[in-house]
């Protein structure tokens, strides 16, 4: 597979060189300079010495890019998936660093910011974004400007300001299995410096699998427990207000709320072995394939997946001659309960509910500023976060077995210190930056468990970290500069909440630390027609984070991986070789490995554990045309295709022999005429759009139960155990209508 994959991205490159080499000869016509905000501060794209992939609002809307889990067909070494059983909890993982335990006690692997602010759980992180201006995917630790939970990496997800004027736009889609959609934002006009954008927005849609009865006459079988899985019904609202008071002082106050009332994914019991069984005589509609989704089947406790957020954030800015005084705050909330079917049949063996009470506070405190050669950014911050969850978890409840009702929950309190420093040498003229940052962070915990009528405990730890970097970057040419990276990146330990027995929640485990080296080179050649941008990476982790999931049980033992690296590639290309023509190209290539275990630890062997949500290839391709411009508008088409490499969700070698995810490939495309005259202060715009056109078959997570061996045994094998698997979205496509207005000039 790697041979083929490395010969798609030779001819893709050669493809881009080919094309771009005729748009010398086409004056001014150059690639738009990105804009990021990852060092806390407006730097172009190409000078931040970190490895980056952007998306700015074109392409966020020609991709159709509508929540998280959308960013990782755009970017090298990212993979984002639901988390198993859900759709609106996030599995995230960059560059090899993820979280495996959906548990809100653990910590994430990736930092998800929105307009700044820490998003403190993956848990209800899968929602329509509403208004979504721009992303930075910044790959790598980046422990001295977001601190914690940043080992693998950050996403930056940045929403759009008020505009000066009244205006707005009314959004309209229709699809297949029902779908619809509709989007209203209103801007209204400055009014004494103050401005103000309202966003509406909802969405509904059948679900992907119809819920059937059981087809096999078995009398311990229970009736569907809904008509159909994974729905949409969703709602969204979010107002952004800006008060200029003066040419100094600023204020900005976002309001954000997402209400989503789901059916979980179809949990697919899927073929492990000859002998899996889990009766006599079992077939379809229980049975299939690993690689085949199905459209039906039958389920008793795939009750509901309701997903509440909503979000305060104040952004106070001073700015100074030279320098810019800010203060965020932010309050959010989370209520998210979920009933899923997790033996994927219509007998009640297994199922289990999550109840998720959740808060968090924070609050930044930043100065950032330009001393002659000198660009720094310093800060305070603080965040707390509470989180209480009911778990009731039941086992052969057609049997009468009764109801565990589990309790679990946390009271977090983190604060920081962090500084970062760019400094220009005057001997070097502007050739050479040196960037040098530091972080400390403190950040105590105190988390409960409970398990009626076996035990319940309650544990407190406090862990501290100081976190360096240091970059140098070399400016070769106007056109070329290249940099050395050196950082480290932490995130805290804690306690196990799905624990079960006290041992495993009272030993709890250690905070993990990365060391991260990198190397990359950012060019814009061929008269800024290409940019061609790379880099090299080894992480050395101490204390990784892990959890095995034991089936039988339904919990997790978490324990640390003493020594734990991963190393890879990254290339990203953008060429516009006509003015009408966009091509890019991505590629991401890694290996992980683990380099010790512990000396107590007895499960598996490490040459045989697996490296969870780490493809070793991943590619994009894209191309952007802009077909015509007629008299009656502009024709333009996007086509997007990724592929990633198979991989496995566990570390456990014999749940990955029953659930490792084969290698896809997805295809994407939009077909759209826009400025479409509407009287004279209105355009329209009408897309019509496919995702997954091909409709590839591919899981995107398992819960694999039963046995003591599930490997796969060409002979019959000894497993006795079962895997209930979830699978992508089918085909799907629809048509897009948006109206766009805004006031006439006197």
Do not use: C
């Not at 990852?38 to 992939?53: G, L, N, Y």
């Not at 977090?412 to 070097?428: E, H």
């Not at 061609?532 to 080894?538: I, K, Q, R, S």
């Not at 630890?601 to 490296?611: L, P, S």
């Amino acid at each position: 597979m790697l041979h083929q994959v490395t010969r798609i991205l030779l001819s893709s490159a050669a493809m881009l060189a080919t094309f771009a080499m005729p748009a010398v000869a086409q004056d001014m016509l150059t690639l738009e300079e990105v804009v990021v905000t990852a060092q806390k501060r407006k730097q172009s794209v190409q000078d931040v010495p970190i490895a980056i992939s952007t998306l700015d609002k074109a392409a966020i809307e020609r991709q159709r890019i509508t929540n998280v889990t959308d960013i990782s067909q755009h970017a090298p070494n990212v993979e984002i998936v639901d988390s198993p059983a859900n759709t609106t909890a996030a599995t995230i993982a960059i560059r090899g660093a993820s979280q495996i335990s959906p548990a809100i006690t653990w910590e994430n692997s990736v930092g998800i910011y929105l307009d700044g602010v820490f998003m403190g759980k993956n848990l209800g992180a899968i929602f329509d974004i509403a208004e979504l201006e721009r992303v930075e995917v910044l790959r790598g630790p980046q422990g001295t400007l977001y601190g914690k939970n940043t080992v693998g990496g950050a996403v930056n997800l940045i929403t759009r300001k008020p505009s000066n004027k009244f205006g707005g736009s009314l959004t309209a889609e229709l699809g297949h299995k029902g779908y619809w959609s509709g989007r209203t934002t209103i801007n209204t006009p400055d009014w004494q410096g103050l401005k103000s954008s309202l966003t509406l927005y909802q969405a509904k849609r059948d679900g992907f699998a119809d819920n059937r009865p059981d087809q096999l006459g078995n009398p311990l079988a229970a009736s569907p427990s809904s008509d159909e899985f994974h729905n949409l019904d969703e709602q969204a609202t979010r107002l952004a207000l800006q008060w200029d008071l003066n040419d100094n002082l600023s204020v900005n106050y976002t309001f954000d709320h997402s209400d989503q009332d789901n059916k979980p994914r179809f949990g697919q019991l899927t073929q492990t072995s000859s002998n899996s069984y889990l009766y006599s005589g079992m077939q379809e509609p229980y049975l299939t394939k690993d690689d085949e989704r199905a459209d039906k089947g039958s389920n008793d406790w795939a009750i509901e997946e309701t997903s509440k957020s909503t979000g305060h954030a104040l952004d106070l800015q001073w700015r100074g001659d030279s320098y810019t005084l800010r203060s965020i705050t932010s309050y959010r909330e989370l209520d998210w309960d979920d009933t899923i079917d997790i033996d994927g049949t219509a007998i009640d063996i297994f199922h289990s509910s999550r109840h998720v009470d959740y808060s968090s506070l924070s609050q930044e405190l930043q100065l950032s500023g330009s001393l002659d050669q000198l660009d720094y950014v310093v800060g305070a911050y603080y965040f707390e976060e509470d989180a209480d969850v009911l778990n009731p978890i039941t086992f052969f409840g057609t049997f009468g077995s009764p109801t565990s009702n589990n309790r679990y929950g946390l009271d977090t309190d983190s604060v920081a210190l962090y500084g970062q420093l760019d400094w220009r040498p005057a001997m070097f003229g502007d050739r050479l930056t040196v960037t040098t940052g530091l972080r400390w962070t403190e950040e105590r915990k105190d988390q409960y468990i409970v398990h009626p009528g076996m035990f319940d405990a309650q544990a407190n730890d406090t862990f501290e970290n100081t976190s360096p970097s240091v970059a140098l970057s070399w400016v070769f040419t106007d056109e070329i500069n290249g940099y050395v990276r050196y950082a480290k990146g932490w995130k805290s330990g804690g306690f196990n909440g799905e624990a079960a027995v006290p041992a495993e929640f009272n030993e709890g485990y250690n905070d993990e630390q990365v060391t991260a080296y990198e190397t990359g080179l950012k060019s814009m050649l061929l008269d800024g027609r290409l940019q061609l941008n790379g880099a090299m990476f080894y992480n050395e982790f101490d204390n990784f984070q892990l959890s095995v999931f034991e089936g039988k049980f339904a919990s997790s033992v978490i324990f640390n991986v003493p020594e734990y690296e991963t190393k890879g590639v990254e290339v990203e290309a953008v060429a516009l070789v006509h003015e009408s023509l966009q091509l890019t190209v991505a590629y991401g290539y890694l290996d992980a490995e683990y380099k010790k275990f512990p000396s107590d630890f007895t499960y598996f062997d490490k040459d045989d554990a697996g490296t969870p949500y780490s493809p070793e290839n991943s590619l994009t391709l894209g191309m952007d045309w802009r077909i015509a411009q007629t008299g009656f508008g502009l024709w333009y088409l996007r086509i997007d295709y990724s592929y990633r490499d198979d991989y496995v969700p566990f570390i456990d070698p014999d749940q990955n022999a029953a659930s490792k995810m084969r290698d896809r490939a997805l295809l994407n495309a939009r077909l759209a005429i826009s400025e479409i005259k509407l009287g004279d202060s209105g355009t329209l715009l009408i897309a019509l759009w496919g995702q997954n056109l091909t409709d590839e078959d591919y899981r995107i997570n398992t819960i694999p139960f039963g046995g003591v061996d599930q490997r796969i045994d060409p002979n019959g094998g000894s497993g006795v155990g079962w895997t209930t698997s979830y699978f992508g979205d089918p085909r799907t496509y629809g048509i897009e209508a948006r109206y766009n207005f805004q006031a006439i000039d006197d």
